[in-house]
């Protein structure tokens, strides 16, 4: 049995503790926001936050996250979070999501990024690419994503 902070409640894990942390989630917790993609940390698709951090779950077992704080998507988009919230509005604003499979983890890496960034920086598409790096959208809606990134950030300002 483990122990883990998930959205800031202590949840018990009945699981090995080489259990990567999105099957946690998703079969011990019922928690099917974080996706699973590829299995490899290729795509995305499973990114929540370790300590603020966005990490891949698909790969990080529940081991390594014993005594720190997991953030999924479900606490990101639930109105807890204030830079979630200008993701959210401006993912809908700039109509992101085409099928949404990938849209959770492009969530957590977005908002890992901008909670990065110094108040009022607006960050530069160079940037903004570099930080959703390894987020594949098989959609191809990058664009709306870059432009949703720059227009939380300019909210956030």
Not at 98 to 125: D, H, N, V
Request: aromatic share 4%.
């Amino acid at each position: 049995m483990s122990t883990l902070n998930i959205n800031g409640q202590d949840r018990q894990v009945d699981a090995d503790p080489s259990t990567p942390i999105l099957w946690a989630l998703r079969d011990t917790l019922g928690m099917t926001g974080t996706k699973f993609g590829c299995g490899a940390a290729l795509c995305g698709a499973c990114t929540v936050h370790l300590n603020g951090q966005a990490i891949r779950s698909c790969v990080t077992p529940i081991s390594a996250a014993a005594g720190q704080k997991i953030t999924t998507i479900e606490a990101v988009t639930a109105g807890q979070d204030k830079v979630g919230q200008a993701v959210h509005a401006a993912w809908v604003k700039h109509d992101v999501a085409q099928c949404g499979y990938c849209q959770s983890g492009q969530i957590m890496s977005a908002t890992a990024f901008l909670k990065t960034l110094p108040r009022g920086k607006k960050p530069s598409e160079a940037e903004i690419d570099a930080a959703m790096a390894g987020n594949i959208c098989r959609c191809g809606t990058y664009a709306r994503i870059r432009a949703a990134v720059a227009d939380a950030a300019q909210t956030l300002a």
